[in-house]
């Protein structure tokens, strides 16, 4: 399967603990962005990278939250100290390169948070 | 930034009817119109989308139409068949290339 993969699919954890979530982007795909959506809900915009750079973060995006993409390929998402309100699924997309808009997603990960 | 609005948010045809969603955008600026499609515990798929050099774009039962004037676009689904229920996200670019989405259709097809 050469498209989005993200691990892992689902997440169970406390309030209070710390997760990571992984996404691999396409493999020539040099822009990733990251998405939360909640029931019911369009994808709301977290942060994007161009190759290893994060070139902008969400409001939404609060001091728990920090994302890497250190290679400038696989990219992770962490949320520190995790609250019920983080409960959601986290989307992860990627696309070839500035000026070129089409976005292809993976899977998710559902993070409940109890 | 871009806001994104969509109607109506539920939609229930007869199989073979058509279905259309209409959305709305703020930014005149924008000139990608992407539509996904995501079905139940599914990633969303990207099904169609137009640039703003065209009006109109159809691909077998699927089209969308766009009205830069009005900053409005929508999709048009033609003969609708059961497979096509889901929940249908317009969206539109801002800086960066990021999507702001709609709040979504939810199309339920009947037998």
């Known amino acids: 399967d050469t498209g989005v993969s993200q691990d892992p699919r689902h997440k169970i954890t406390k309030r209070g603990q710390n997760v990571t979530f992984r996404c691999d982007p396409i493999?020539?795909?040099?822009?990733l962005y990251w998405y939360r959506q909640t029931l019911g809900q369009g994808p709301e915009f977290l942060t994007y990278?161009?190759?290893?750079?994060?070139?902008?973060k969400s409001r939404l995006l609060s001091d728990r939250f920090s994302a890497e993409r250190p290679k400038g390929s696989f990219s992770t998402l962490e949320i520190q100290r995790t609250e019920q309100g983080d409960s959601a699924m986290y989307l992860c997309?990627?696309?070839?390169?500035?000026?070129?808009?089409?976005?292809?997603f993976g899977p998710g990960t559902r993070l409940t948070v109890t | 930034g871009e806001n994104v609005e969509q109607h109506p948010s539920t939609l229930s045809v007869q199989e073979g009817d058509s279905a259309v969603i209409k959305c709305t955008y703020s930014?005149?600026?924008?000139?990608?119109f992407p539509w996904y499609k995501q079905e139940l515990g599914k990633r969303p798929q990207l099904i169609i989308d137009?640039?703003?050099?065209?009006g109109e774009k159809k691909d077998q039962r699927i089209a969308v139409t766009l009205n830069k004037t009005a900053k409005h676009f929508s999709l048009h689904i033609t003969e609708t068949q059961p497979e096509d229920s889901a929940v249908y996200f317009c969206?539109?670019?801002?800086?960066?290339?990021?999507?702001?989405f709609g709040g979504g259709t939810r199309v339920l097809v009947k037998p």
């Open positions: 997309a990627s696309s070839t390169r500035q000026g070129n808009y089409e976005q292809y």
């Open positions: 493999s020539e795909h040099n822009r």
């Open positions: 990278f161009q190759n290893e750079a994060q070139l902008e």
């Open positions: 930014d005149s600026a924008s000139n990608y």
């Open positions: 137009i640039r703003s050099n065209v």
């Open positions: 969206a539109a670019p801002s800086a960066g290339n990021k999507l702001t």
